[in-house]
DNA sequence: GTAACCAGTATAACGCAGTATACCAATATG
DNA sequence: CATATTGGTATACTGCGTTATACTGGTTAC
């Protein structure tokens, strides 16, 4: 007789094992701090030797100034990266990424490389698709 | 003379590599996949071994059904996981991850490390600014 | 027969990420 | 002088990711 339904109960009390909350916390918490659609792409341009406001922005096709400004704010908040000003006449302002950024330079790299990969998978997929279809 | 100004039109030029778009659109395309507030911790929950539905939902704090339902169907259509069902007559449906999402399991345990260190060190700088406050 | 579980769907509304556009003060170019 | 650059801010708007809440249709438990 269906013991999945003894099984139940069991899953019911297994099912959110004590370090899984806390994992899933820190994941979201990753997930805010290089989320939305412009801190990944910000990060890389900086790694790529882009330091002022402008260039950052040239760098990163269809970026406002509104956003890039916010996000740079937001990141400097989350000690991503660093904003020093040179008030020499014509003030220049500089951003670099801390050596905290770096620590996921890592991850930035694998998305890179995963995200190429998928392009192609998803190219063969659909190519799949039209020739059975 | 600031030759700084000269040096301008010479970054004008060069702040865009040829490859650095790609990269931007890779990286965007793979915050694209696991992006948003959801699927990565969904991914986590299966990788912890949950497969029906509930079980998932339970697992993932504040996740409503709506939520849970569209993400798992993207997901699915993006190849990153399995629905199997087995018609028996409580119908039962299985969601299991596919080889290829495991392919980025590496990357959502260095999010998960790197989430617990950066709460940790938001935590410490606020102290720090509070004893200097 | 009613209460609870499963695997979701339907509908409506909210809030904020992101957009569009204009503007500012300072400096440099011709 | 007009024009362009740099490093942004201000205001207004829109879309969509997310939430809230209710509901369905089938199965099992008491």
């Given at each position: 007789m269906k013991e999945q339904l003894r099984a139940k109960k069991v899953k019911e009390v297994l099912s959110n094992p004590r370090n899984q909350k806390e994992e899933v916390q820190a994941l979201q918490d990753t997930i805010y701090v290089i989320g939305g659609k412009w801190k990944l792409p910000i990060i890389n341009s900086l790694c790529n030797g882009n330091k002022r406001f402008r260039?950052?922005?040239?760098?990163i096709p269809g970026i406002t100034t509104r956003m890039l400004s916010r996000e740079l704010k937001e990141m400097e908040a989350?000690?991503?990266l660093k904003?020093?000003?040179?008030?020499?006449?014509?003030v220049m302002v500089?951003?670099?990424v801390t050596s905290y950024c770096k620590s996921f330079g890592d991850i930035i790299l694998e998305m890179i490389?995963?995200?190429?990969?998928?392009?192609?998978k998803i190219r063969e997929v659909s190519k799949a698709a039209?020739?059975?279809g």
């Open positions: 260039d950052i922005q040239r760098s989350n000690q991503l904003r020093t000003v040179d008030p020499d006449s014509p500089e951003y670099t490389k995963w995200g190429k990969q998928h392009r192609k039209n020739n059975n």
